[in-house]
């Protein structure tokens, strides 16, 4: 069973503000990925899911008190070992921890194949499975 991540009401904590403000965004841009996946601007919408998909999982690991992972790529097994997301997501997930290095560090531009692959069903549902575990 996956725990939850549910806080009590007046229990709020900064990092809680900052994840409840994050899947705002994160829904809102995932929307517009869907809605509009041919408009100029669906890269950059994109690289901004990314960026924001991998922020949130690290202030989980902070709100949780579990030490920061080595690299990345090995931030969403974290979680699922912690019990907070379910490994084979986690799994799937990892994919945008790569190319969250391959964007920041090799100035990676967003291709179409990118942005078929994550606006499959499939993959809309794992982005949509990481926002409610937050939940």
């Known amino acids: 069973m996956i725990e939850s991540m549910a806080w009590e009401r007046g229990a709020r904590t900064p990092q809680s503000k ?3 403000i994050g899947l705002v965004k994160l ?3 995932i929307e517009r990925l869907v809605d ?3 408009d100029a601007s669906a890269p950059e919408t994109f690289r901004k899911i990314v960026l924001l998909v991998i922020n949130l999982a690290h202030h989980v690991c902070v709100q949780h008190s579990i030490p920061p992972p080595s690299d990345t790529v090995h931030l ?3 979680l699922a070992q912690r019990g907070l997301l379910e490994a084979e997501v986690a799994n799937r997930l990892k994919e945008l921890a ?3 290095q391959k964007i920041a560090f ?3 531009r967003v291709t179409a194949d990118d942005l078929t692959r994550w606006t499959a069903p499939a993959a809309r ?3 949509a499975a990481f926002a409610s575990m937050m939940e």
Do not use: M, T
Request: hydrophobic share 40%.
């Open 36 to 38: 509009q996946p041919d």
């Open 18 to 20: 900052v994840i409840e």
């Open 106 to 108: 090799r100035g990676y």
């Open 98 to 100: 790569v190319l969250r």
């Open 125 to 127: 549902a794992d982005l």
């Open 76 to 78: 969403f097994s974290l």
């Open 27 to 29: 829904r809102r841009y």
